[in-house]
């Protein structure tokens, strides 16, 4: 699509805040107006709209992506995403630590056991790690204590949260990273650790580079969204 705006702008509205076009509210995918709560997200969401040239490339958008998603209620699939979210709970990679090499254990350890204690802390739910290759069965109280914040959350936060689960691999990373206990650069360490660590040993080749790069991408995303959301007026 053609640039068909001049300037991307913030307008006060009921029910919080609208992005516009040249003074004109713009719609989500579902033809909604794109009302967020917060002049922040809408002032970050209009500056991508802004940043645009000449053609609209929705890709360099992430921060209108989520908010659309979120508006249109997940295209009618707000109670599967949740139950997908939850569920990474139940075989998190941050539970799952190496028995060897000992550099390897010490890190994981390092990076990984502070969120499992905030975790524990912020919403009662201990999960239990293991070396063995198979999955440990969670404890159901901790299952259930995750399950029901994550299912609580409104659209503006499950959706970010949906994403950076999804790429981390990890309820706890994605939770940790959503409520502002890690930044995007601690989330990727985390949700990295073991590639960097192979990487340092092997190397890293153009794909791997380049597949690292958009997880980056998407943390940060995340990361400015739930910021707006949390520090916005």
């Known amino acids: 699509m053609n640039r068909f705006y001049k300037t991307a702008g913030v307008a006060?509205?009921?029910q919080g805040f609208s992005?516009?076009?040249d003074g004109r509210p713009i719609r989500s995918p579902a033809r909604q107006l794109v009302q967020v709560p917060t002049r922040a997200l809408a002032q970050a969401i209009a500056d991508e709209w802004d940043a645009q040239g000449e053609?609209?490339?929705s890709r360099a958008m992430p921060l209108m992506r989520m908010a659309g998603t979120a508006i249109d209620d997940l295209a009618g699939m707000r109670d599967l995403t949740a139950d997908a979210v939850a569920r990474y709970a139940e075989t998190d990679m941050v539970c799952f630590w190496a028995a060897e090499?000992?550099?390897l254990v010490q890190r994981q350890q390092a990076t990984w056991r502070p969120l499992l204690d905030w975790l524990e802390l912020r919403f009662d739910a201990r999960l239990a790690v293991t070396s063995a290759i198979h999955a440990q069965e969670q404890p159901r109280a901790a299952l259930d204590a995750l399950r029901a914040h994550v299912t609580a959350l409104d659209n503006f936060l499950l959706?970010?949260?949906s994403v950076a689960t999804g790429t981390a691999g990890s309820l706890?990373?994605?939770l940790a990273l959503v409520h502002g206990r890690i930044d995007a650069v601690q989330a990727f360490d985390a949700a990295q650790l073991d590639e960097t660590f192979q990487i340092e040993e092997w190397g890293e080749d153009d794909e791997a580079t380049r597949r690292r790069a958009g997880i980056r991408a998407e943390f940060a995303a995340v990361e400015r969204f739930c910021r707006a959301i949390r520090d916005g007026v």
């Open 55 to 57: 053609k609209i490339d």
């Open 159 to 161: 959706v970010p949260l």
């Open 101 to 103: 090499p000992e550099r």
């Open 19 to 21: 992005v516009v076009l």
């Open 172 to 174: 706890v990373i994605g």
């Open 12 to 14: 006060e509205v009921d």
